[in-house]
């Protein structure tokens, strides 16, 4: 030990010596590595386009995706491997809300919120409480709009609960299941196409749905205009986090394919919300039967309701 520390010292007596006898003398630093070309495939990075790079795995996906790839390697058929995406805590799913309600542009919100670990747990809740909105809601507007007419009697509709629960749960798995699959064989075709993880945009679609909860409660209101504007206001917001998160994954594609791809994004995305407000909340109303009042003569006097 004693001879290693004399010879180290006798190093750093030379480097001394070096550095007074030539200043401008080069010295290595090992706590200083050379820095490394982000360049690394031989490209021009386009401004804006660092941080899609990592989805479209020109970056440190590949990184992410061993990373990913190590915390889910149980088999998909146990319970473990399930586990993982309820895996949150409180923290990470309002700031997952919020990065839904309030998109930053520019942002990809797969990359900002949900890679490192795409949960279940937020879609799930925020789709159940979603079809109570809508039902318990729509019943509500019902109620609301009869109130006062004599030949009205409230009925609950428990069948809207599950009409409300078909609809959104399918929206929310067999869009995603069709997207997936679309980008999957794009991917086959285009090198450059980026193939999100189905859970990646089961949790996308999960979290865009979050603003209609309000908005369904809000639906309450009968004037027919404030709900179209809200509507209107909802659609655009949660239509933005789908447009800014797909549209790095398909705009190296065919131009006419790529616009088409996102067009069908936010035109289902709007027939969900549209096709909820008309069938819960501007229903027709219903022909109620007429009274019959009897009158002491014997003949009977019909009324017309309005």
């Not at 990809?108 to 159940?128: E, H, Q, T």
Request: proline letters at 6%; hydrophobic letters at 45%; one cysteine or more.
């Amino acid at each position: 030990c004693q001879n290693q520390r004399m010879h180290l010292f006798a190093e750093f007596d030379d480097a001394a010596n070096l550095l007074a006898a030539n200043p401008d003398a080069t010295t290595i630093s090992i706590d200083e590595p050379s820095d490394i070309p982000k360049n690394k495939h031989g490209r021009l990075q386009q401004p804006g386009r660092e941080e899609d790079d990592e989805l479209l795995g020109t970056d440190d996906s590949d990184k992410t995706e061993l990373l990913a790839g190590q915390k889910k390697s149980a088999p998909f058929w146990t319970f473990e491997y399930y586990q993982t995406f309820f895996d949150v805590d409180t923290y990470q799913v309002l700031d997952r809300i919020k990065g839904s309600v309030f998109p930053v542009p520019g942002k990809n919100f797969v990359r900002l919120y949900i890679r490192s670990n795409p949960d279940l747990y937020g879609p799930f809740w925020i789709c159940a409480t979603l079809v109570f909105a809508i039902a318990v809601s729509g019943n509500l507007s019902n109620f609301l709009i009869h109130l006062g007419k004599p030949t009205y009697h409230y009925v609950p509709e428990f069948r809207k609960v599950s009409i409300a629960a078909t609809t959104i749960y399918a929206y929310a798995w067999l869009v995603p299941l069709a997207l997936w699959g679309f980008l999957m064989w794009r991917n086959s075709k285009v090198m450059n196409i980026v193939s999100y993880s189905f859970m990646e945009i089961v949790c996308v679609y999960g979290y865009s749905l979050f603003i209609y909860i309000p908005t369904a409660i809000l639906w309450i209101i009968p004037q027919r205009v404030v709900r179209w504007v809200l509507v209107v206001f909802s659609l655009c917001l949660s239509g933005s986090v789908l447009v800014m998160t797909f549209w790095p994954a398909v705009r190296d594609d065919n131009r006419r394919i790529a616009l088409a791809t996102v067009a069908t994004i936010v035109l289902l995305h709007a027939l969900l919300a549209v096709g909820c407000l008309a069938y819960f909340f501007d229903a027709p109303e219903l022909d109620f039967p007429a009274p019959i009042i009897p009158v002491h003569n014997g003949t009977t006097i019909i009324t017309k309701v309005q």
